[in-house]
């Protein structure tokens, strides 16, 4: 059986505006499955964006989203697409330093994508459990928006490693 692959393509940064938080649109227009005979069925998809830090262990919050539930058939390709807000928290002072001299300094700041989500496989009339997902998406470059217009991330060095999350539970007689 072969995994569906994810395409990281297209990342927009939209400029803040008074009336309107800041948001970043994600699309990944190819999301095919190579499958002939299993299809997935994705449950809701939480979407965390973080500024990377060097080390991994420094990294900051900047944005959520979601996307809706959606049926991965056999033998398709399923574009996703989900706009990124502020997160509902504040950044601290520190965080908010860092990412204000990493902008000014670099002119571009280093993210990290994470999905997180529940799949089911469908393999015929066979239905597996839902199972756990995360999707952590790296090397990614975001330049900071002037004026009015949207500007596009560099995703050519990203890099996305799929993680599974099963439960194993222990029962004991």
Not at 7 to 19: A, E, G, Q, S
Not at 22 to 42: A, D, E, H, M, T
Not at 45 to 67: C, E, F, P, R
């Amino acid at each position: 059986m072969l995994l569906p692959l994810l395409l990281l393509d297209d990342i927009r940064n939209h400029p803040l505006t008074p009336h309107r938080r800041r948001r970043i649109s994600r699309r990944i227009p190819n999301l095919p499955n190579p499958n002939k005979n299993v299809g997935f069925i994705y449950d809701v998809t939480d979407i965390t964006l973080y500024k990377a830090s060097t080390g991994g262990d420094d990294d900051v919050v900047i944005g959520k989203g979601t996307i809706a539930a959606f049926s991965h058939g056999k033998k398709n390709t399923t574009t996703l697409r989900s706009t990124i807000g502020s997160p509902p928290d504040e950044l601290d002072e520190i965080s908010a330093g860092k990412l204000k001299g990493d902008l000014k300094a670099k002119k571009a700041v280093a993210i990290k994508i994470v999905l997180n989500s529940k799949v089911k496989v469908k393999m015929g009339a066979l239905k597996t459990p839902k199972s756990g997902i995360r999707v952590t998406c790296e090397g990614i470059k975001v330049v900071a928006p002037t004026g009015k217009k949207a500007t596009t991330a560099t995703t050519s060095a990203a890099k996305c490693k799929v993680d599974p999350r099963f439960k194993i539970w222990k029962i004991t007689f």
